[in-house]
């Protein structure tokens, strides 16, 4: 069984503090990571992906893979209110085929 | 609103009525998926479809039956629902499957059809 394990939270943060958000996977061949925002009632929004061990960066969100350890996670820097929301981290199955394997989602609570 | 345009937004029927969902991108998109969304759990697959083709059937009820007549459009045909069919349906797409890269290219949401089975 293909697992993607997830802090399900909540975490609350400070306004204007970095959020950590971190995921593990269990399928050593999966090759791409990615997060989503949901925010609730809303459909997943895609807010970063990455393919490669090391960090990047998209304005105040870079995304860590550790293949090594089989962790990804997801900083978001001067974190605001309208960062509240549910965080899913989602794993390419390995073998092919066009699945992603969704952890439970963190739900991460900025606090003014 | 996002580039993947599902309708309707909400959908309420009885249990013997006949229903279609839809879902229509214009990104080029070659894979396009169903899944199916509890309150406070994560999306999960239904349906895979590759190149028009399904690729991907994750054992889903025969209640639920996918279609896609073009690469820009993808239905959810609904028949004999039971309550606990009651969800948020999300449609995705992602770009070319084969293009060169192991693994997957991101999906991109849809609004989703939150369906109200009675």
């Known amino acids: 069984q293909k697992e993607v394990e997830q802090n399900s939270g909540p975490l609350s943060v400070p306004e204007g503090a970095i959020a950590s958000l971190n995921c593990t996977y269990s399928d050593r061949g999966s090759q791409s990571f990615f997060w989503y925002r949901q925010y609730s009632g809303k459909s997943p929004e895609l807010i970063m992906f990455?393919?490669?061990?090391g960090d990047k960066e998209d304005g105040r969100f870079t995304a860590q893979l550790n293949k090594a350890s089989q962790y990804v996670s997801l900083l978001i820097r001067d974190s605001q209110p309208s960062d509240s929301a549910t965080y899913l981290c989602a794993v390419n199955e390995s073998g092919g085929a066009q699945k992603l394997v969704f952890g439970q989602g963190t739900r991460l609570t900025i606090n003014p | 609103d996002t580039e993947v345009t599902q309708t309707p937004k909400h959908l309420v029927m009885g249990m013997t009525n006949k229903k279609s969902l839809k879902c229509e991108q214009h990104m080029g998109h070659r894979a396009m998926y169903w899944y199916k969304q509890k309150a406070k759990k994560p999306p999960e697959l239904m349906f895979v479809y590759s190149y028009e083709k399904l690729s991907i059937n994750e054992s889903v009820p025969s209640r639920f039956s996918p279609e896609c007549p073009n690469s820009s459009l993808l239905n959810l045909h609904l028949h004999a629902l039971q309550p606990e069919d009651s969800a948020l349906y999300l449609c995705?797409?992602?770009?070319?499957?084969?293009?060169?890269?192991?693994?997957?290219?991101?999906?991109?949401f849809g609004d989703g059809t939150r369906l109200s089975i009675l």
């Open positions: 990455i393919y490669s061990n």
């Open positions: 995705a797409s992602s770009q070319d499957p084969d293009r060169g890269r192991s693994g997957n290219q991101p999906q991109h």
